[in-house]
């Protein structure tokens, strides 16, 4: 049976709507942009002490005393730990998805409630975006509204925003029969109807949605973060790569303290079904209040433009740092080739310029999307990489050695592997193979191959070689080995190959994890896993390398010649990382 090209239909799909509408999707990451730079900078304006008076007040105003104590403490936490800044940037991030899927969300489930053809339509679509996984929102968000707080917004909108629609069109759905038929006795438009009795009588079981929908918005603070959204979930990203145990709990804490003030303060906005709201304040006290709160909100969310550090007036600007607005897009935020790139940036007195996290998949798709359209891009790149093989790209001269000489690729495995596995331990110490080599098989796989067949089709065409690798080894009888790779495309394609041969030519039963970084080598370690051959050295594995050396053997090199930058397309006008200044 032909297999349906679902992914062609897919990728035919994106590219037509970013070709046809790229006008409008720019006029939404303008509008999201704008709203979310309010918020965080909203937020950021006054001193941390003050803002947890502020929100200390708000607490005592919706909650009791136990909400307030817990929002003080938790906002004070927050600030000793020296997270304050990436928790507004969230904080930003997570009232900004909120707006937008109320916005969205609410109107659609009261069309969902009055038409039953429109209930029809939203309610298949609404169960593809709750089962879908997250991350497949990601690649198309960074095509459409590039890397950074944009696409994470739009992903967190499309994952959360399907509660806010369900639970306005079950609280109209719940009201009372008889109290609808009576407003239309009374005369009622259907406005009228809507706005006070349908929606009155709706609002707990909307707010619950509400309240849903900013609790899975903040879920995706993490996810958000491996396509450049930066604030908490970057520090937990990168905490999770690099293997930072204490500084992931740290930044974990913070989430869960943002959580649970935001979860209980939508929560309190509404009183529960059938239960009457007492309040502490008489109505006149409750306008003047919400009225200085909104007063103060709004003097100092639009002072914001009007105050601004002007250090950076007078100085010499950088041509290609204005076409590239002074970005320089990376990949993941534990990855070795980051921290060059910081060092990079410090050694060649990059002040202006920001070096934007995310993830390898978010990277090449703008490398795709720029190239595309001829536009400038700077990238962190490395090689032995398919991008290479596509693209006519270039390394930019690096006279500092930030990121130091060519690299090379070596092949680490668990201590006693030798005498467990001797025929497995001399074939990974005889594996060694050229980038050339290698670049046909990651050419094959991204043009659609699967990964697996790709390795037998090269082993295939080079089967002296794999003789050359596995000549006299003893065969074995399914004894099993668990290898472990990061989702770079070099790993991918030597993992791949290296299992192909364990187990069709020296008789293994070998499983492949892929993980990150840090657990790759942890997981080596600790003897979890048996081997991993993606350690980049001198530079990019570095930390890795020198923290588990002693716990690990080290059996050679498996590719030379690797190497890691700056890189830019053929067509910019520009050789070096001085050239940046």
Do not use: C
Not at 96 to 106: A, C, D, L, P, R
Not at 148 to 154: A, E, L, R
Not at 238 to 255: M, N, Y
């Amino acid at each position: 049976m032909p297999k349906l090209p679902i992914a062609e239909w897919t990728d035919a799909a994106v590219n037509w709507l970013n070709d046809s509408l790229s006008g409008f999707f720019g006029v939404i990451s303008t509008i999201i942009e704008s709203v979310v730079g309010f918020f965080s900078g909203l937020f950021m304006l006054p001193h941390p002490f003050l803002f947890i008076i502020i929100f200390g007040v708000l607490a005592y105003m919706l909650g009791k005393w136990k909400l307030t104590a817990f929002t003080v403490i938790g906002f004070l936490l927050i600030y000793n730990l020296g997270y304050w800044t990436q928790s507004m940037d969230t904080l930003g991030l997570v009232v900004t998805s909120g707006i937008v899927s109320v916005v969205i969300g609410v109107p659609l489930g009261i069309l969902s409630a009055y038409s039953r053809s429109v209930e029809r339509v939203v309610t298949p679509i609404l169960d593809l975006m709750q089962t879908m996984p997250a991350f497949v929102y990601l690649l198309p968000a960074v095509t459409f509204f590039s890397l950074g707080v944009v696409p994470g917004v739009i992903a967190s909108v499309i994952f959360s925003i399907p509660p806010t629609i369900r639970m306005t069109h079950l609280g109209i759905r719940q009201v009372s029969t008889e109290l609808v038929e009576a407003a239309d006795a009374f005369g009622s438009t259907s406005a009228q109807k809507l706005f006070k009795v349908q929606l009155p009588l709706a609002m707990p079981t909307l707010m619950s949605g509400v309240n849903q929908t900013i609790m899975l918005s903040l879920s995706m603070v993490v996810i958000a973060s491996m396509i450049g959204a930066q604030g908490i979930g970057a520090e937990v990203y990168r905490a999770v790569g690099q293997l930072q145990i204490g500084k992931g709990f740290e930044a974990g804490l913070v989430v869960v303290v943002l959580a649970i003030v935001l979860d209980r303060f939508s929560q309190n906005l509404v009183g529960k079904p059938g239960k009457k709201k007492h309040s502490r304040f008489t109505s006149k006290q409750r306008i003047w209040m919400i009225s200085a709160a909104a007063a103060i909100v709004l003097i100092a969310g639009f002072s914001q433009y009007f105050v601004g550090n002007n250090a950076a007036d007078g100085a010499e600007r950088s041509a290609v740092g204005e076409e590239v607005n002074y970005q320089i897009v990376g990949i993941d935020p534990g990855a070795g080739i980051m921290t060059s790139t910081k060092q990079a940036l410090e050694d060649y007195d990059l002040t202006d310029w920001t070096l934007v996290e995310g993830s390898s998949s978010a990277m090449t798709a703008m490398l795709e999307k720029s190239l595309k359209n001829e536009d400038p891009i700077i990238i962190t790149g490395w090689t032995p990489h398919w991008m290479f093989n596509k693209y006519d790209l270039k390394f930019l001269e690096d006279p500092l050695k930030s990121y130091g000489d060519a690299e090379e690729i070596r092949t680490i495995v668990r201590k006693g592997l030798k005498e467990d596995h001797p025929a497995a331990y001399e074939f990974l110490d005889r594996f060694n193979w050229t980038a050339e080599e290698m670049a046909e098989m990651m050419i094959a796989i991204q043009d659609g191959a699967d990964p697996q067949q790709a390795a037998k089709e090269w082993a295939e065409a080079h089967k002296d070689k794999v003789a050359e690798w596995t000549k006299g080894l003893r065969s074995s009888n399914g004894e099993t080995l668990k290898l472990s790779y990061v989702a770079w495309d070099s790993e991918i394609a030597s993992t791949n190959l290296v299992e192909y041969v364990l187990e069709n030519e020296l008789g293994y039963n070998v499983t492949s994890l892929q993980v990150e970084m840090g657990p790759m080598w942890t997981g080596v370690a600790a003897g979890d896993v048996d081997a991993t051959l993606a350690a980049w050295m001198p530079v990019t594995s570095a930390a890795y390398y020198d923290r588990y050396i002693d716990k690990v053997e080290d059996v050679g090199v498996n590719m030379e010649g690797a190497k890691t930058g700056l890189t830019v397309p053929a067509y910019m006008d520009i050789d070096s990382i001085e050239d940046l200044k």
